[in-house]
Structures are given as C-alpha cells and as structure tokens.
Antibody
C-alpha cells in the first residue's frame, strides 16, 4: 500500500536550517504532486508548498517564499523540504502528503523544535 | 489565493447528527477535501472531491455542496468521532488552502 516515511525529529537553533525527507513507496512516485504541511502545537494545518514529482516544478506559500526549498530525488522516490532562517515560531510538526486517486497518504510527521 | 472559514467548535450528543460548514470567499478552483485529526495523529481523509468517501471510512460520513459552502455531515455520531475536522481546497496553482479547523465534541 502507499506509504510516506519521514525523517526523524530534530532540534535546531534560531537562524539555522532544517531539511526533512519524505520517502514514498507503493505508488508511482512521478505521477503525483507532493505537498508539505505543518502544524504548530495546538494550531491549524498550514500549507508550505508542493513539488510536481514528474518534472520538479515547485510552488510555495507566500508566507514561506524565500525561506523554503522543496527538492526531490526521483531515483530514491524521496522529496526533501528545507526551511531556513528558523525562528522559535517555526516549532511544529511537518508533514508530507499527496492526493492519490480515491485516497491520500500522509507521512507520520516530523517534529522540528527551534530552541536556543 | 482565497480563504475558507469553519466554525471553531461543534457539539453534539451521541447518536445525533453533526454538521460542519466550510465557507469559501470565492468558488474554489478545485475540489474540497475533509480531514479528521485526532490528538497526536496525522490527518485522515474522510471526504474527497467534494462528496466522495474513501474506502474504509464509515458511511455515516457524508458531504454536500451549495454554492461556496461545503458541509460535512456525520450521522449517528459516535464517541470515536470526537476530533478536529479540517476542510481543504486549492487555488488555480494547486496551492492547498485549509480552513481553521472545527473541534467536534461528543457530549
């Protein structure tokens, strides 16, 4: 079955960058877009951006434009999300997710903690 | 980009019908999806393409659309349905837009 497996929790200092990976399996990787969503503690879901896994086209939320880069390694069926210039308020669970036909798949989430 | 609005909370007794509305300020370019999220868990899709139910989701979950308002209906609410519910659509660039989430409390 389709599955997304993300990298583990990390702790970063303010100003640093974080790179989270999302490895896909069980479906044709290049046929679907991959989205990144985050959720700060007790807060709503917030969309960060997406990548077309077929051609690498990306689009980012204006909120994160300039601080986020989404890339992929097709040979490894893996998408990466890098967020730079981290602030305390970036502390959140980051999810990768994709809409398949008739369903969708979410990663298990990666906790990113920004702490001095 | 556009915005979608949900009520922050809805409360119902077990066995009753819960309705959660999602209002868009303009007609969404793409379909609406509904997610259920329980504490500490990733969201789970309960409705896709406005009204379709994924396999494995109980038939008590349904949805409808009227103009720019989308409604998730849970008939015969059970205690296990207590969760946060989010509607999600997308703009013409496929950027996802989430509602603020609705906390469903089963009394």
């Amino acid at each position: 079955q389709a599955q997304l497996v993300q990298s583990g929790a990390v702790v970063k200092k303010p100003g640093a960058s974080v790179k989270v990976s999302c490895r896909a399996s069980g479906y044709p990787f290049s046929s679907y877009a991959m989205h990144w969503v985050r959720q700060a503690p007790g807060q709503r879901l917030e969309w960060l951006g997406w990548i077309n896994a077929g051609n690498g086209y990306t689009r980012y939320s204006q909120t994160f434009q300039g601080r986020i880069i989404i890339t992929m390694d097709t040979s490894a069926s893996t998408v990466y999300m890098e967020l730079s210039s981290l602030r305390f308020e970036d502390t959140a669970v980051f999810y990768c997710a994709t809409h398949l036909i008739g369903n969708d798949v979410w990663g298990q989430g990666t906790m990113v903690t920004v702490s001095s | 980009s556009y915005e979608v609005t949900q009520p922050p909370s809805v409360s119902v007794s077990p066995g009753q019908t819960a309705r959660i509305a999602c209002s868009a300020d303009v007609l969404p370019q793409q379909n609406v999806y509904w997610y259920q999220q329980k504490p500490g868990q990733a969201p789970v899709l309960v409705i896709y393409k406005d009204t379709e139910r994924p396999s494995g989701i109980p038939a008590r979950f349904s949805a409808s659309r009227s103009g720019t308002t989308f409604t998730l209906t849970i008939s015969g609410v059970q205690a296990e349905d207590e969760a946060d519910y989010y509607c999600q659509s997308a703009d013409r660039f496929a950027a996802w837009v989430f509602g603020g989430g609705t906390k469903l409390t089963v009394l």
